[in-house]
């Protein structure tokens, strides 16, 4: 069974920087890519972004939103994945979510979620 | 940016009715066009993607077609559990897209 549980989330000041993590299990985690969306409280989901696999070098995908602040990582070793947030705004508030797509090649996206992780940036 | 216009972004609709939700996308988005329904302080759960194939485990009320740039989600005979909010995502080309949402509640 596919898992997916983020932490790292909390409080912090607008302009300030906060690193979730999302630890992964019951799937072979270097073979896919994986995504970050987001949630503000009462509103849509929003994608934030992709992390391609080795093969693919790592590369990575943003929204206009959050592209230069934010940073998308993972370490295969560990079956984790990284969402970097520097200089957030208060507009970055939001539940974050990990989520795994269910198919390898990033056709496809949103298999299984996490919990997600509160991320709340006000003065 | 591809922009994903959903309608209607709330109805409301009686257990038995059909229901058809429509996302329009603002350019072409081949088949990379995926359904979620998410239920109120819940993750939310893939429906269809592929524009019509189903997931596994989803009832078979729930269908998805279209093509090109106007799809839709349609539920044949809503039931109890299907009170929920819907939305659609095109993966076709990056930055991936959301609709807006639709509300879907009990008259």
């Known amino acids: 069974e596919v898992q997916l549980v983020e932490s790292g989330g909390g409080l912090v000041q607008p302009g300030g920087s906060l690193r979730l993590s999302c630890a992964a299990s019951?799937?072979?985690?270097?073979?896919?890519?994986m995504d970050w969306v987001r949630q503000a409280p009462g509103k849509g989901l929003e994608w934030v972004g992709r992390?391609?696999?080795?093969?693919?070098?790592?590369?990575?995908e943003y929204a206009a939103s959050v592209k230069g602040r934010f940073t998308i990582s993972r370490d295969d070793s560990k079956n984790s994945l990284f969402l970097q947030m520097n200089s957030l705004k208060t507009e970055d508030t939001a539940l974050y979510y990990c989520?795994?797509?269910?198919?390898?090649?990033?056709?496809?996206?949103?298999?299984?979620w996490g919990q997600g992780t509160l991320v709340t940036v006000s003065s | 940016d591809i922009q994903m216009t959903q309608s209607p972004s709330a109805m409301s609709a009686s257990v038995g009715d059909r229901v058809t939700i429509t996302c329009r996308a603002s350019q072409g988005i081949g088949n990379y066009l995926t359904w979620f329904q998410q239920k109120p302080g819940k993750v939310p759960k893939r429906l269809i993607y592929g524009v019509s194939t189903l997931q596994s485990g989803v009832p078979s009320r729930f269908s998805g077609s279209g093509s090109g740039t106007e799809f839709t989600l349609t539920i044949s005979s809503l039931q109890p559990e299907d009170f929920a909010s819907y939305y659609c995502l095109q993966h076709n080309s990056y930055p991936y897209t959301f609709g807006q949402g639709t509300k879907l509640e009990i008259k």
């Open positions: 989520t795994y797509p269910g198919c390898t090649s990033g056709w496809c996206l949103g298999d299984a």
């Open positions: 019951g799937f072979t985690f270097s073979d896919y890519y």
């Open positions: 992390t391609r696999d080795k093969p693919n070098s790592y590369t990575t």
